[in-house]
Structures are given as structure tokens and as C-alpha cells.
């Protein structure tokens, strides 16, 4: 793999981590991002007592109630209202056909979201994702403007930039403007997230993978579009927005250095 300075000139070239040499598994992918947004949903359900608040009468045995026999509709449970003599008035109560009764099968707040995964299938969709990151013709899938040289690594200096425009000019002289412009374009959203603070559509860009904390991290949160993570915090989300795979993604030269020497995501056997 190719090394650039910030400069966009091409140092020397250095080889890939075990990491990326597992092949592309896009069903074991979307398994890993599904599980991963499933941890982040939150609980919800109605409230279990409603609609069963209501004193109702559900027999019709002759003599269980002596002035409800020969009255009404049979089966449905109903709430007496007045009564005069053998005379009442009554309203269904209670069960899912009737006004304000329950719901047949309301959402359960004691039912679990959070999806199961096996620690070796999840090393191996992240390597798989990892992989596809430097798979030309699947980051063209996902409509990522790529410049002619593309997949490359960066060199440590990279990580050191502490300033917003020093990061902009770097991406420009590799060759990034049109995926730049891409990724801060934004779209009004169609349907009621309007009205619920999330009005606009936004493009995901670039994701910048660094070996440690580091200026950069700082320096680049502003950019439409680019996240920064640390090579020890990737996730499948990260990688594979939506479970599709093939996200333009920029590695440092340290990064790579580093999931090689702790041997990140690797499956070990025992």
C-alpha cells in the first residue's frame, strides 16, 4: 500500500495488516451494524394497566347478577351505569371492541432489544469491513467521489495538524475536493422528521482512522461529513454505514502500525 505526505506526494510503500486480508461477507456485515444499533434502542410500551381500570361484569350465568340476565350483548365484558329496579344502563368496558377498552397486543416495555453476537463473528465482519474500505469498486458503490490514486495511506505527520484549514488544504491536495463538496451537501428530509428536529438529510464522508488521541481529532471534528476514530475503537456502524460496506476511509501510517503490533479484531483461536 501506497504511503502520501500532507503534501500529496507519494513516499514509499508499506504492507497491509492480516486484518485486511479477510474476504467480503456483506451478510455477516449488516448482521454486525444491526446488532450494534440494537444495543441503542430504547425501551417502550404501554402503560400495563390500561384500558383494565374500569369494575366490568363478564358472566351471564342466570344467577350470578340479578338484574343484568336477558340484557345486553353476550360475551362482551360491560360497565353498569345506573340501575332502576330490574331496569340498568350499561356501556362495553374492558375488552379490545369497546371504547376506551385495552389494546389486544399493546408493545411490551419488558421485551429485548439488544441483539446477540458471537465475539469471533464480530471480529470477522469488522475485518471484512476493514477490507472493503480499501476495495476500490465498493467504495465506488456508496457514490464517494475518489481521487485516481485511491486506496493510500497518510504519514504520522498527518495526525500532528491542529488546525481546521491545515486539515482542508491536506484533503485537497490528495485529490478529495469533489467528495468534500459531496459530503457538505444537505437535503430537507421528506415526511414528519421535519417536525421533529431532525429536518435535514446529511451526506456521510470520509472517515479518518488515527493510532491514538491526537490534535487531529480536534482539529477535524468540524468538516461536513468526516469522523475521526481510533484504531482500537472501530465499529461496524463506522465502517458500514446503513450495512453497506465500502466507506472512503483514511488510514495513518501508525494506525496500521498499531493493529499490526496488539493485532486488533484478529480471531484468535483456543
Not at 421535519?194 to 493510532?211: C, D, E, F, Q
Request: hydrophobic fraction near 30%; include cysteine; glycine fraction near 6%.
Amino acid at each position: 500500500m501506497k504511503v502520501y505526505s500532507i503534501e500529496g506526494k507519494e513516499l514509499k510503500d508499506i504492507e497491509l495488516p492480516e486484518q485486511f486480508q479477510e474476504p467480503y461477507h456483506p451478510n455477516l456485515i449488516r448482521r454486525a451494524v444491526l446488532a450494534s444499533q440494537s444495543s441503542k434502542r430504547q425501551p417502550y410500551g404501554a402503560f400495563p394497566e390500561a384500558g383494565k381500570r374500569a369494575s366490568v361484569r363478564i358472566s351471564k350465568r342466570r344467577r350470578d347478577y340479578r338484574t343484568s340476565y336477558g340484557h345486553g350483548i353476550s360475551r362482551t365484558p360491560r360497565k353498569v351505569t345506573w340501575h332502576r329496579g330490574r331496569q340498568f344502563g350499561w356501556v362495553g368496558a374492558f375488552s379490545p371492541n369497546t371504547t376506551k377498552g385495552r389494546r389486544s397486543h399493546p408493545p411490551k416495555a419488558e421485551k429485548i432489544w439488544p441483539q446477540k453476537l458471537n465475539k469471533k463473528e464480530l471480529d470477522k465482519a469488522l475485518c471484512s469491513a476493514l477490507a472493503a474500505t480499501l476495495t476500490r469498486h465498493l467504495v465506488e458503490s456508496r457514490n464517494h467521489q475518489l481521487p485516481q490514486n485511491y486506496p493510500f495511506l497518510l504519514e504520522p505527520k498527518f495526525e500532528s495538524l491542529n488546525k481546521t484549514k491545515e486539515v482542508l488544504k491536506v484533503l485537497e491536495n490528495l485529490g478529495l475536493e469533489a467528495e468534500l463538496s459531496r459530503a457538505s451537501k444537505k437535503n430537507i428530509r421528506a415526511g414528519r422528521g421535519k417536525n421533529r428536529a431532525r429536518p435535514y438529510h446529511k451526506k456521510t464522508g470520509p472517515l479518518i482512522v488515527v493510532s491514538s488521541s491526537c490534535p487531529l481529532q480536534k482539529a477535524a471534528t468540524n468538516i461536513p461529513g468526516i469522523d475521526i476514530a481510533e484504531v482500537n475503537n472501530l465499529h461496524p456502524e463506522l465502517l458500514a454505514p446503513g450495512t453497506h460496506a465500502g466507506r472512503l476511509t483514511l488510514y495513518t501510517q501508525p494506525a496500521l502500525e498499531r493493529m499490526h503490533k496488539e493485532k486488533l479484531y484478529l480471531r484468535t483461536e483456543k
